[in-house]
């Protein structure tokens, strides 16, 4: 049948262009056989008459919209460079910028065509015709562990920053003021330096230096002024200022091992991965607000994260895929760049500059790069490392410049300023945010502490008791008091109120039931207790505490209550622990003369020698005999031991 391939049925004769042509009948025979007056076909199907010698491009270019091509037998249409055909006979133009391949920086589609523009600070490389940075020198920084090392591109410069190092995991900088930001992990600290006094010790600055436990991830925002950093012991997000003064937690819930994060300080959203369960990618607002998760499938364990500031695309590494990936900040438009368990085998850290996408693998021990755009062109940049693990790139327009508007009088703020995603209709330009255990005000600028936040031995309002006499509680009919709420005294002076009566308080056991008994009233402003009489020249304000019967260790709680006031409130500590003392007193003698009682009424022996502490299966037998503690110990037993020489309960009798 390899002679019909490229065969056109005679029945389909119109827009159908062929090497080769299929009879009605069945054979296939070649173009130049067709229309040659002769009979090549057994059905004289090559020699239409109608067709043959007529040219349908000649009436209204045979429909086609560009181009139109006649044949031998009927036509086609076809589209110039730029075009594609869109039917059989409609051309569209190509939108060759939805490709982001298309140009490494701006692509402006034209009919028919596209340009390339690069970003200011860019210019077109007349050789690749790639958009290159102009200005500084770029360098390569990245962590070995024990050190922050930086390299340039060409690596013609190599040299050590910061030495001497317990466990560096992440890295960012501040280029404008060339100071670095690291995390070690053995510290459990994030700290900063100056860039050229960095490898000193003593210039080294603490940011976070408590409540901090696995910080793998740092991103500094530097139109702000602020540090983000992910946290996969405590699963959170957090934010501090540059000098760690003021710090915040952004997110906490639906987290459980974020890793790399990384900040877009222009659109104000950070992104940052999570590698525990389930593993994805997630963006969220400057302030805190606006999060939303944006890679949920094909992703197991997500490392390293990077930004292209310039294109808008997010890339990251998956250690256990073997993968680079890349995907826009919207969510939208992912590729798979690299799949490769070599030159992927363990990847950490990830950055991109121009055209390359750099990143550091810990089980090869080496800093690799490929094209960003096609994961192509794998080379490697330095080899024969150890554990290098985050890396970024330092260039001026890494960092480009922009607003800060949280900068005069940070925003009217009493804590933090934070910037706001730029979404929705009239979205603001920043909210103030307040510390973990507060929350903002009806203002949404000042701090009050936290309305469910829980608090210990908050003081309750007490209230003030009546003028009217107090009734006697009745006799309980349970030992078991329910719980009623009770007031604390305070400190704070209170209204004087008259009063002729004292305040019952009973005292009851779970044990059984005793006779209310009456104490003088319990007072915070005098040092000592009224009499029951009434002195109008000097009215008292006298405070219940229930009027519930209250257990014993009530008095405990309620003692602890008011120490603070003991100074004050001598009289009453004595009420409260005197009878306590006299219970425990009684309590003591009770026990004595209930052991003497046992004591003279049962026989006991008491194993001391830890001989007898082994097991269960050592028996011993204790055999009736007429000596002077009624028992006798048998001559042998069971349990043979070494230290029966030195027993006397092992001798014979």
């Known amino acids: 049948m390899s002679d019909e391939l490229g065969c056109v049925n005679g029945k389909k004769l119109y827009f159908l262009p062929s090497p080769g042509f299929k009879c009605r009948s069945g054979e296939c025979i070649s173009m130049e056989k067709v229309c040659n007056n002769k009979r090549d076909c057994r059905d004289w199907s090559d020699e239409p008459i109608r067709l043959c010698g007529s040219n349908e491009c000649l009436f209204n270019n045979g429909g086609c919209s560009h181009i139109c091509?006649?044949?031998?037998?009927?036509?086609?249409?076809?589209?110039?460079?730029g075009y594609y055909l869109l039917d059989t006979k409609r051309c569209e133009d190509i939108d060759e910028c939805a490709n982001p391949e298309t140009c490494s920086q701006i692509c402006i589609n034209q009919i028919g065509s596209f340009k390339c523009e690069c970003e200011e600070g860019y210019q077109v490389d007349p050789a690749t015709k790639a958009c290159k940075a102009i200005g500084t020198i770029a360098y390569l920084?990245?962590?070995?562990?024990?050190?922050?090392?930086?390299?340039?591109?060409?690596?013609?410069?190599?040299?050590?920053?910061?030495?001497?190092?317990?466990?560096?995991?992440?890295?960012?900088?501040?280029?404008?003021?060339?100071?670095?930001?690291?995390?070690?992990?053995?510290?459990?600290?994030?700290?900063?330096?100056?860039?050229?006094?960095?490898?000193?010790?003593?210039?080294?600055?603490?940011?976070?230096?408590?409540?901090?436990?696995?910080?793998?991830?740092?991103?500094?925002?530097?139109?702000?002024?602020?540090?983000?950093?992910?946290?996969?012991?405590?699963?959170?997000?957090?934010?501090?200022t540059a000098d760690g003064s003021r710090r915040k937690t952004l997110f906490q819930q639906g987290l459980s091992r974020p890793r790399a994060i990384v900040v877009d300080p222009h659109s104000n959203f950070i992104y940052w991965t999570d590698w525990g369960t389930p593993a994805k990618i997630e963006k969220g607002g400057l302030n805190g607000g606006d999060r939303?998760?944006?890679?949920?499938?094909?992703?197991?364990?997500?490392?390293?994260?990077?930004?292209?500031?310039?294109?808008?695309?997010?890339?990251?590494?998956?250690?256990?895929?073997?993968?680079?990936?890349?995907?826009?900040?919207?969510?939208?438009?992912?590729?798979?760049?690299?799949?490769?368990?070599?030159?992927?085998?363990?990847?950490l850290g990830l950055t991109v500059f121009e055209e390359r996408v750099f990143w550091t693998d810990v089980s090869n021990n080496a800093i690799l790069s490929a094209n960003r755009m096609t994961g192509s062109d794998i080379i490697p940049v330095a080899e024969h490392l150890s554990s290098p693990e985050d890396i970024i790139l330092y260039h001026n327009l890494k960092q480009p410049a922009g607003r800060d508007w949280c900068k005069m009088g940070n925003g009217g703020c009493e804590f933090l300023c934070l910037a706001a995603p730029q979404v929705g209709r009239h979205p603001p330009k920043y909210?103030?945010?307040?510390?973990?255990?507060?929350?903002?005000?009806?203002?949404?600028?000042?701090?009050?502490?936290?309305?469910?936040?829980?608090?210990?031995?908050?003081?309750?309002?007490?209230?003030?008791?009546?003028?009217?006499?107090?009734?006697?509680?009745?006799e309980l009919a349970t030992t078991t008091p329910k719980a009623t709420p009770r007031t604390t005294p305070r400190a704070t002076p209170r209204p004087e109120v008259h009063t002729t009566t004292t305040i019952p308080t009973v005292i009851t056991s779970t044990m059984a039931k005793q006779v209310p008994r009456t104490r003088a009233p319990v007072r915070t402003t005098t040092p000592e207790p009224r009499t029951t009489s009434a002195?109008?020249?000097?009215?008292?304000?006298?405070?219940?505490?229930?009027?519930?019967?209250?257990?014993?260790?009530?008095?405990?709680?309620?003692?602890?209550?008011?120490?603070?006031?003991?100074?004050?409130?001598?009289?009453?500590?004595?009420?409260?622990?005197?009878?306590?003392?006299i219970v425990c007193i009684v309590a003591i003698c009770v026990v004595l003369l209930w052991r003497n009682y046992r004591l003279k009424n049962t026989n006991t022996i008491h194993f001391d020698n830890p001989v007898y502490q082994k097991t269960t299966e050592d028996q011993v037998h204790i055999c009736r005999s007429h000596s002077f503690d009624g028992y006798s110990y048998p001559k042998r037993q069971i349990v043979s031991l070494n230290e029966e020489a030195d027993n006397p309960a092992f001798t014979e009798n």
């Open 69 to 81: 091509k006649d044949l031998k037998i009927g036509y086609e249409c076809l589209c110039p460079a």
């Open 141 to 240: 920084f990245f962590t070995n562990r024990h050190e922050v090392r930086k390299m340039t591109l060409d690596k013609s410069e190599y040299t050590r920053v910061i030495p001497r190092l317990k466990n560096v995991v992440a890295l960012d900088m501040d280029m404008a003021t060339k100071e670095i930001y690291w995390s070690d992990i053995s510290q459990k600290k994030i700290y900063r330096a100056q860039m050229n006094s960095a490898e000193d010790s003593t210039h080294h600055n603490v940011v976070i230096g408590s409540d901090i436990d696995a910080p793998e991830g740092i991103a500094f925002d530097w139109i702000h002024g602020n540090l983000y950093w992910t946290d996969s012991i405590r699963s959170t997000v957090s934010v501090v």
């Open 292 to 347: 939303t998760a944006l890679v949920t499938d094909n992703i197991v364990w997500p490392n390293g994260i990077t930004l292209d500031l310039l294109n808008q695309r997010l890339y990251w590494v998956d250690s256990k895929l073997h993968t680079l990936s890349s995907i826009d900040v919207q969510g939208g438009g992912r590729h798979t760049l690299i799949i490769d368990e070599h030159k992927l085998a363990h990847p």
């Open 431 to 474: 909210t103030c945010a307040c510390p973990d255990n507060m929350e903002l005000s009806s203002d949404m600028r000042r701090c009050r502490p936290a309305q469910d936040a829980p608090t210990s031995a908050a003081p309750v309002q007490p209230r003030l008791p009546s003028t009217n006499p107090p009734t006697p509680p009745p």
């Open 535 to 581: 002195q109008p020249g000097k009215p008292m304000a006298a405070e219940t505490t229930t009027k519930v019967p209250v257990t014993s260790q009530d008095f405990h709680h309620e003692f602890a209550a008011a120490a603070p006031n003991m100074a004050s409130g001598r009289p009453t500590a004595l009420f409260v622990v005197l009878p306590l003392a």
